[in-house]
């Protein structure tokens, strides 16, 4: 993970310079910008391996930022919010992010969901070649497409891990443990719902709306993706 290349989008001068420290330290190669515009148009033109970006910046909001990088570029997106309320998890993840974290910021627990991020990143160059097929549902890897009886299925990234995941797990159940360490990479807790958030939403997006549900939830365990109902 050395050596790789972190842009910071981060308007508070004294935290920016910690997390900036504190990365260098451990071998990463930092650019900070502290001006959403400044950092979105110099991202474009780097395009470092994985961005932080905060949530509330001058110029160009860091949700919108956020966005705009998702219609041009796939690389990791960790948010940075400065209250623990769930509207900025959700409005985050809504917009393309990766993951997030609350302010203040750890050290060790930030370099940890980076190291997550990065080898998920590395992980889908290794199999980009990849197409999972089932009866109508093709879920393309490759192209991190999703298509539905021939039809394309605008997902989020976000979106299309989650079902990637169970695509690959078919028919069996998938917990909710093994979700959010595959995609989030720390243990569940028991309150994280961002999992829940984004099988909602691709419910929604498949027109798996009505039980019995082609994603259904298996109580007390997790997620369960049909083989031979679509």
Not at 16 to 37: E, F, P, S, T
Not at 93 to 109: H, I, N, Q
Not at 175 to 190: H, K, N
Request: proline residues 2%; contains cysteine; aromatic residues 6%.
């Amino acid at each position: 993970m050395s050596q790789c290349k972190v842009a910071l989008v981060e308007d508070d001068i004294e935290l920016a310079q910690w997390i900036a420290d504190y990365l260098r330290a451990k071998q990463y190669h930092v650019d900070v910008y502290h001006d959403g515009l400044v950092g979105f148009e110099a991202i474009q033109k780097t395009k470092p391996d994985l961005i932080i970006l905060d949530g509330m910046l001058p110029s160009m909001d860091g949700l919108d930022v956020c966005k705009a990088l998702r219609q041009s570029m796939q690389k990791p997106i960790l948010m940075l919010t400065a209250r623990d309320e769930e509207i900025d998890e959700i409005l985050g993840l809504e917009m393309g992010a990766d993951d997030y974290l609350t302010k203040p910021v750890r050290g060790r627990l930030l370099e940890a969901r980076m190291r997550t991020l990065l080898r998920r990143a590395t992980v889908t160059k290794e199999v980009n070649d990849e197409k999972l097929v089932i009866g109508a549902l093709e879920v393309d890897m490759g192209n991190r497409q999703v298509q539905l009886g021939g039809q394309n299925i605008q997902v989020s990234s976000n979106e299309f891990d989650v079902l990637w995941v169970l695509a690959k797990h078919a028919g069996s159940v998938v917990t909710r443990q093994d979700l959010v360490q595959e995609l989030r990479g720390f243990e569940y807790d028991g309150f994280d719902r961002t999992i829940d958030l984004r099988v909602s939403r691709l419910r929604k997006k498949l027109g798996d709306t009505e039980a019995p549900y082609k994603i259904a939830t298996v109580w007390g365990k997790g997620y369960q993706l049909s083989k031979d109902t679509w």
